[in-house]
């Protein structure tokens, strides 16, 4: 198979032999598999035979999916399942027990953040904060029980981008893994397993499928550590369906494309942006003011299609928000549409942010996910509604 992604997008896991001789691969619509007799399920059942049996564990549409998520990443196998939640909720219960300790970063999806603070740690799991980007934090957060670190390169919603070979060598040397959520850069930017990272994670909804009409996850890894999650994962049974596979399947073929347009385009609204005066601060990695800036350019290939911005306060971002017309007022990423949201309408200040006046989330914070639309047009409308405030 080529080198390129772009040839390993639309042929890798793929059989050319296949009997139909259609060029699509076939949607699987079936829950269970029949036997010629009781001798064949027998030597199914003693693995002398292994074969499809039943939906939950084997699918042949979802079997290509897999097969090409895991080339494209440079992994050895995958799991895909329903969401990008389920794929970390199954990642961390494989791996956690009562009593381990879990790392995660400061900043990190707010429905990650409450997994971790709300669920895992009412099963024993104790959970503690490392600051993005420091590696002291990380180092001296790591105690004698400490078994994993989870975060996100780039983060939501500022886009903070990890040292990914300095994070890999000091875990492996405490012997604590890593987990990556590399949802916001896709495979076309960043590999974190080509850097030592044990486990990444996408929520395929986003950039992979890439059309806004697929709920997906994926999880990839080493063999020996994909098997020991597949196994709990095919006893929780979140496994995906083969007509939402297929559409995976075909997003995934015009990814590198569809990825080489919106970092071309963000990167150019982004340094828009910059130059705007009623914007206090522009988030976006291949920025100078971007505080990791230099790791971005070392270690991505492109920079992604979601830029955050401050309006500097939530009445600007909201009214902002209202007066363009091209961006959907929606809280996701990656697909054809752009899509925008103020970002405190989605994660409120809790009360003790408002009460000190210090925020996580800038007030007005503005997230923006650029779809395929022209640019041109996305900076018309951009410009037109700065006009507005």
Known sequence: MSKHIRTRSVHSGEEKDREYRGIPPAIALTSTYFFKNVDELQRHKDQTEPRQEYGRYHNPTRAVAERKLADLEGAEDAIVCSSGMYALTVTLMRILKPGDHLLILDEMYHRTQDLCAFVLTRFGVEVSVVKSGSLDSLRSSIKENTRLFLFETPTNPHLYVQDLESIAALCKERKVKTLADATFASPVNLLPLKFGIDIVVHSCTKYLAGHNDVMAGVILSRRSIIESIRELHFTIGGTLDAHSCYLLIRGLKTLPLRIAHQNASAEAI????????????????????????????????????????????????????????????????????????????????????????????????????????????????????????
């Open 270 to 389: 982004a340094a828009f942006l910059v130059a705007q005066p009623g914007i206090e601060k522009v988030f976006y990695p291949s920025l100078s003011t971007h505080p990791n800036v230099e790791i971005a350019k070392r270690q991505m290939a492109g920079f992604g299609g979601v830029i955050s911005f401050d309006l500097g306060s939530a009445e600007r971002a909201k009214q902002f928000v209202d007066a363009l017309s091209i961006p959907y007022i929606a809280p996701s990423l990656g697909g054809a549409e752009s899509l925008v949201i103020p970002y405190s309408v989605v994660v409120p200040p809790s009360p003790k942010e408002v009460e000190s006046g210090i925020f996580a989330i800038e007030p007005g914070l503005v997230r923006l996910s650029v779809g395929f639309e022209d640019r041109e047009d996305l900076v018309d409308d951009l410009s037109h509604a700065l006009k507005t405030l």
